[in-house]
C-alpha cells in the first residue's frame, strides 16, 4: 500500500521513482516456455494507492464518473497525461504498469473540517468524524482483506522464517549491487 495526499499528477507519479531502481535488481527465470511477463505478477505484490484528503469528484475526459481505480489506470495511461510526461515519470508509469498487474486505487476525504480536531485526530470519537470518511476507511479495510494472500514461492506458502530468507536475500543483493533472481530466492 502506498499513500499519499490529494491527486494524482506529475508530483504523485514523481514520487514513486524509487520503483524504476528496482527494476535494475530484479531478474526472473521463467520456465516451461512461459514468458517473464506472465510469470511476473505472480512474485510481485498488490499495489493499493491511497489518496488521502481527496476532494476531488473523479470524473473522465468527457465529464462522466469514474471509479478510483479507473482514475489510476487513467493517470498511468492516458497518452496524453503520458506523452506531456517527464521522462523519469513515464519510466515510473511503466514500471507501475509493468510490475504492479494487481493494482487499485481507493480515495479518502479529511476525516474533519476543524483543522482543531485535526490537530487532535487521534483523541476524537467516531462520532465526531466524517461520515463519509468512516465509510471510505471501511471501504479500505475490506479491500485491504480481499486482496490479502499468502506470500507463496514455487507454489508453497512461506511461513514467518522462510518469508525472513527471503527478505534477506532480496536485501543482500541490493547491498551488494547485484540482481536478485525473484523465481530463485
Not at 519510466?91 to 474533519?112: E, G, H
Request: hydrophobic fraction near 40%; glycine fraction near 4%; charge should be neutral.
Amino acid at each position: 500500500m502506498y499513500n499519499s495526499f490529494g491527486t494524482l499528477d506529475e508530483n504523485a507519479i514523481n514520487d514513486l521513482s524509487l520503483i524504476t531502481q528496482f527494476a535494475n535488481y530484479i531478474q526472473l527465470t521463467a520456465e516451461g516456455g512461459v514468458s517473464t511477463e506472465q510469470v511476473l505478477p505472480y512474485y510481485t505484490p498488490k499495489f493499493i494507492w491511497l489518496l488521502r484528503d481527496f476532494m476531488l469528484e473523479i470524473q473522465d475526459s468527457r465529464g462522466n464518473p469514474i471509479t478510483p481505480s479507473q482514475y489510476l489506470e487513467n493517470a498511468l495511461t492516458d497518452q496524453a497525461t503520458f506523452m506531456r510526461a517527464s521522462a523519469n515519470n513515464k519510466k515510473v508509469r511503466q514500471a507501475l504498469l509493468n510490475y504492479f498487474k494487481d493494482r487499485d486505487c481507493l480515495t479518502v476525504s479529511k476525516p474533519v473540517q476543524d483543522e482543531q480536531l485535526l490537530q487532535r485526530l487521534n483523541t476524537l470519537a467516531d462520532n465526531q468524524l466524517r461520515p463519509e470518511f468512516l465509510q471510505q476507511l471501511s471501504a479500505l479495510r475490506e479491500k485491504i482483506v480481499a486482496k490479502v494472500s499468502p506470500k507463496q514461492l514455487k507454489g508453497v506458502n512461506l511461513n514467518i522464517h522462510m518469508m525472513m530468507s527471503v527478505i534477506e536475500a532480496y536485501i543482500d543483493a541490493l547491498n551488494a549491487g547485484k540482481a536478485q533472481n525473484l523465481s530463485s530466492a
